[in-house]
């Protein structure tokens, strides 16, 4: 009954919202004096649509590269991005599922070339294990025996970029292979390239064939809505990277 609530009610209070709004146009007709209302409405419902958000990430995301995993560059390290860490009343921290995703891809990414990991990702929660360490712990546990090399004072992408660039130069690294979401992708290789990565290849978590759009698609729902949360804090941490000069738009598109 929870699950019920959970899933269905904010949905009916959303197309609740909708009706009435088209009802008011239609009995009112297009008078100017709710022009406004009307134009909200129509933003409500195509940001609702689960196919809006769809197709703007896409948009959005850096397209995969096919780098030839059989003959892979020399030289190259593997870059995870932390992706935030979980936590409980009692002090126990472990990485999110995000972290989780992007330390597993990058776990085999790194195995799959030979190439050492690097995982970059500060304390987030005041005190205690940096993103990093969890990440790596995490890994370990899971029988990477590879060597993982842990960058933990970042707290934003930004220096992230940055700290990942000093290791790279300290160990003489060529380039990064960039381990992060889609939705993540451009701001993260942004940066890396602001940094001085000369040669930065991005590889996606949760890669696979893309889903196919259905009627469900069309279907205005607050989890729709909600999406475009994450899209609209990474194009606005993106702008706001370029309007301060840490990136410029060569090192976006």
């Not at 397209?63 to 995993?69: N, R």
């Not at 921290?93 to 995982?119: Q, Y």
């Not at 994450?230 to 993106?238: C, F, R, V």
Request: proline content about 4%; glycine content about 12%; some cysteine.
């Amino acid at each position: 009954m929870k699950s019920f609530g959970a899933d269905i009610l904010p949905n009916l209070a959303l197309w609740g919202v909708l009706l009435g709004v088209l009802f008011l146009c239609i009995r009112q007709g297009l008078r100017r004096g709710n022009l406004l209302l009307k134009l909200s409405a129509l933003l409500l419902l195509v940001l609702s649509l689960p196919v809006s958000s769809r197709i703007a990430s896409e948009i959005w995301a850096v397209e995969a590269q096919d780098f030839g995993l059989s003959q892979p560059s020399p030289n190259m390290a593997v870059l995870v991005f932390g992706g935030g860490l979980g936590s409980d009343d009692h002090g126990n921290i472990w990485p999110s599922g995000n972290s989780l995703m992007r330390g597993f891809e990058g776990m085999w990414l790194a195995a799959r070339l030979s190439a050492p990991l690097l995982i970059s990702g500060g304390i987030t929660h005041g005190e205690g294990r940096s993103e990093a360490e969890a990440i790596a712990e995490f890994l370990n546990f899971r029988g990477f025996s590879g060597k993982i090399y842990v960058e933990r004072e970042s707290l934003n992408t930004w220096e992230n970029a940055n700290n990942s660039y000093a290791i790279l130069r300290q160990n003489g690294w060529t380039g990064l292979y960039a381990v992060t979401d889609m939705i993540h992708s451009r701001r993260a290789v942004a940066c890396l390239r602001a940094a001085g990565v000369s040669d930065v290849r991005f590889w996606p978590t949760g890669s696979g064939p893309a889903a196919v759009i259905d009627a469900a698609d069309f279907l205005p729902t607050v989890s729709g809505l909600s999406r475009w949360r994450i899209l609209g804090y990474e194009i606005s941490a993106t702008v706001y990277y370029s309007i301060t000069g840490r990136i410029t738009l060569a090192d976006i598109f």
